[in-house]
């Protein structure tokens, strides 16, 4: 059977998701062995972060001058064998993030049961005017390029998620455990955001059972109309 893209979004129609604890460190695929993927992604990411540097500068000034607040944004996420890492973005929400989105959900039902449900705001308070154009572009996952040079990610992946999120994953958190996290993934070339949540688990776990460096090479090729046509971004 051939593996692509296309292929693997065929089957993931029956994933099953339980709420279950997080599992440990030594989950499957905990091994930080320097393999070959490691090794082809760190070439990857050099090379990448060498190319975007100039953007990246250009970036990160934006960010600092429209509130004089951190330009990068550090927060934890779920890697390969279950290890807690800090995942890098450029800022895109404004300083009060956290008020806001409380206020946010005492106040609105609505909002609340979305955020419960998908772990994301169509109408997110949070984010400033820069911000939306960041995200709209993936332009605040350039600095992930660091991760993946520090072996916490990889260029292609599942999504990295949060330990919240892992929780409901049920007994197929092990799989997602079992590579790392990517960048880019069979999510963002298939909808992105517009895809429901046990969609999202289910694509994460047919990757992480047909990954290859050809599905690899592949979805990075799809990676850039999906980036360029901000299919399912916000």
Same mark, same amino acid.
């Given at each position: 059977?051939?593996?692509?893209?296309?292929?693997?979004?065929?089957?993931?129609?029956?994933?099953?998701?339980?709420?279950?604890?997080?599992? /440990?460190?030594? /989950?499957?695929?905990?091994?930080?062995?320097? &393999?070959?993927?490691?090794? +082809?992604?760190? #070439?990857?990411?050099?090379?990448?972060?060498?190319?975007?540097?100039?953007?990246?500068? =250009?970036?990160?000034?934006?960010? $600092?001058?429209?509130?004089?607040?951190?330009?990068?944004?550090?927060?934890?996420?779920?890697?390969?064998?279950?290890?807690? $890492?800090?995942?890098?973005? $450029?800022?895109?929400?404004?300083?009060?993030?956290?008020?806001?989105?409380?206020?946010?959900?005492?106040?609105?039902?609505?909002?609340?049961?979305?955020?419960?449900? &998908?772990?994301?705001?169509?109408?997110?308070?949070?984010?400033?005017?820069?911000?939306?154009?960041?995200?709209?572009?993936?332009?605040?996952?350039?600095?992930?390029? $660091?991760?993946?040079?520090? =072996?916490?990610?990889?260029?292609? =992946?599942?999504?990295?998620?949060?330990?919240?999120?892992?929780?409901?994953?049920?007994?197929?958190?092990?799989?997602?455990?079992? #590579?790392?996290? =990517?960048?880019?993934?069979?999510?963002?070339?298939?909808?992105?955001?517009?895809?429901?949540?046990?969609?999202?688990?289910?694509?994460?776990?047919?990757?992480?059972?047909?990954?290859?460096?050809?599905? &690899?090479?592949? +979805?990075?090729?799809?990676?850039?109309?999906?980036?360029?046509?901000?299919?399912?971004?916000?």
């Amino acid at each position: 059977m051939r593996t692509t893209g296309r292929l693997c979004l065929s089957q993931i129609g029956s994933t099953e998701v339980r709420p279950t604890p997080f599992p /440990a460190a030594e /989950a499957a695929g905990a091994s930080t062995t320097l &393999d070959l993927e490691f090794l +082809i992604n760190l #070439v990857l990411a050099s090379a990448l972060l060498v190319f975007f540097a100039p953007l990246m500068l =250009g970036v990160a000034a934006a960010v $600092f001058l429209q509130d004089g607040g951190p330009v990068i944004f550090a927060h934890r996420r779920v890697g390969r064998g279950g290890r807690m $890492f800090p995942c890098l973005k $450029f800022r895109s929400m404004a300083s009060d993030a956290q008020e806001r989105l409380q206020h946010l959900l005492d106040s609105d039902p609505a909002a609340r049961a979305e955020w419960e449900r &998908d772990h994301k705001l169509r109408n997110d308070p949070r984010i400033t005017r820069l911000g939306e154009v960041l995200r709209r572009s993936s332009l605040d996952e350039l600095p992930q390029l $660091f991760n993946v040079m520090r =072996g916490e990610m990889s260029l292609v =992946g599942p999504r990295p998620i949060v330990e919240a999120e892992a929780r409901r994953y049920g007994r197929r958190v092990r799989e997602y455990c079992s #590579v790392r996290p =990517g960048i880019t993934g069979l999510w963002q070339v298939s909808g992105r955001n517009d895809t429901s949540y046990r969609r999202r688990i289910a694509i994460d776990v047919v990757y992480s059972r047909r990954k290859s460096v050809l599905l &690899d090479a592949r +979805i990075l090729v799809m990676t850039v109309p999906a980036v360029l046509l901000r299919r399912g971004s916000y």
